[in-house]
């Protein structure tokens, strides 16, 4: 017979990115204990050389987390684009009070934030059940051939695009479109590209090409799904005539084959960001456009304010606070979708 461990912990987080360790992190610094659920899913494998905004570095100071997503990034000073044929310079000097952001390699990020994270974090292969009851949540998961049966008072949804919890409590998401995004990580050619990050369109679509060390570049196109012309990304010898009338990501590609990875990147929101007993973080709980350059910045922001509805919620045992931290995830989205829309029109 198998070996079943029980288990009991007050938070259950399911998902080791950005979202769940921050959350972990921070709901430990205020006496909090937890125990983090993991699955590895190809879609967590991929390293994008993300951005993040000057804005953002400010909530990182607030949580004393600069030092260390500085030390997993490297200084950018800006970026540059060019929409329907009309060159952009943006530089981020004028921002106050950081006048740089980040390009992050998300990998290491969370490789540092594993060794903040004193909570239990247990890797597993199959969730079989999660059952939500008013005061608890019984969650098995299966590890090798050991079962879990953890019994928490909450279980929060740090999963991104996948969204486990949410989808086994059968919460419907809306999905506001189907944009897909293609990765090939690129020899760096002759081209020079100032503060590392470029955007530019064309026609079925758009691209960026980003420096991610000091052999390597990543272009990404995205397309959307319901598009046929999508699947034409998917081969890296069409990108030629794809880019053939863009003025700077044509000469960002080198001779050569080149292997295409596809991943998802809609606009996506749970229908409930939050439960009696449970409660979505990060992706989970509002996936951006990669066009928004906000996913990262938006993870951090939902483990700051959820790990105080999470306390709110301990101490005085009421979910006001939990409604709050929904009607701000909802206000948020509502903002982003109105200016990514008028931004593709
Ligand atoms: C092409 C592309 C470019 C992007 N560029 C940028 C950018 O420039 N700037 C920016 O800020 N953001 C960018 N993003 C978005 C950013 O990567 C995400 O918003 C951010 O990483 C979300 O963090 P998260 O912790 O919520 O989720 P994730 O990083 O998706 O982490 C989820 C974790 O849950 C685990 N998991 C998944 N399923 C299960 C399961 N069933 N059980 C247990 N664990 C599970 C995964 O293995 C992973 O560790 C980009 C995204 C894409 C696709």
């Known amino acids: 017979m198998n070996p079943e461990t029980h288990l009991k912990t007050k938070i259950l987080i399911v998902g080791k990115g950005v979202s769940g360790l921050l959350l972990s992190y921070l709901l430990e610094k205020k006496g909090i204990e937890c125990i983090l659920l993991n699955k590895e899913v190809t879609a967590s494998a991929t390293i994008l050389a993300e951005t993040i905004p000057p ?12 030092t260390l997503f500085e030390k997993c990034a490297t200084k950018t000073y800006g970026y540059q684009s060019i929409w329907n044929g009309i060159f ?6 004028s921002h106050n009070p950081f006048k740089y952001g980040l390009k992050l390699n998300k990998r290491k990020v969370i490789f540092e934030l594993e060794k ?8 597993y292969n199959q969730l079989k059940n999660i059952t939500s009851k008013t005061s608890e949540v019984t969650t098995i998961i299966k590890s090798n051939n050991t079962k879990y049966v953890i019994e928490s008072s909450l279980i929060i949804d740090a999963t991104g695009r ?5 989808n086994s409590l059968n919460t419907p998401i809306i999905s ?4 897909i995004a293609f990765i090939g990580y690129l020899p760096k050619t002759k081209t020079s590209l100032k503060y590392g990050f470029f955007t530019e369109t064309f026609e079925n679509g758009w691209g960026t090409i980003s420096d991610l060390n000091e052999t390597t570049r990543i272009m990404t196109l995205y397309s959307s799904k319901n598009d046929a012309f999508h699947k034409k990304l998917k081969v890296f010898s069409n990108w030629d005539e794809i880019l053939i009338n863009t003025q700077v990501l044509k000469k960002h590609l080198p001779p050569g084959d080149f292997k295409v990875i596809g991943r998802l990147a809609n606009s996506s929101i749970p229908q409930k960001i939050v ?12 996936a951006f456009d990669p066009i928004s350059s906000h996913g990262i910045s938006n993870a951090i922001y939902c483990a700051i304010k959820a790990s105080n509805s999470i306390n709110d919620f301990i101490t005085k ?5 939990f409604n709050k931290y929904q009607e701000t995830i909802i206000k948020i989205f509502n903002q982003y979708y109105q200016i990514k829309e008028r931004l593709y029109s």
């Open 275 to 286: 439960g009696k007993n449970w409660l979505s973080v990060g992706d989970a709980a509002m």
């Open 55 to 66: 804005s953002t570095l400010s909530l990182l100071k607030d949580i004393d987390m600069l």
């Open 162 to 166: 996948n969204r486990a919890v949410l």
């Open 176 to 179: 506001h479109d189907n944009n």
């Open 317 to 321: 045992n009421n979910l006001t606070s």
């Open 116 to 123: 903040k994270v004193a909570s239990r974090i247990i890797n």
């Open 88 to 93: 952009k310079n943006e530089d981020f000097f």
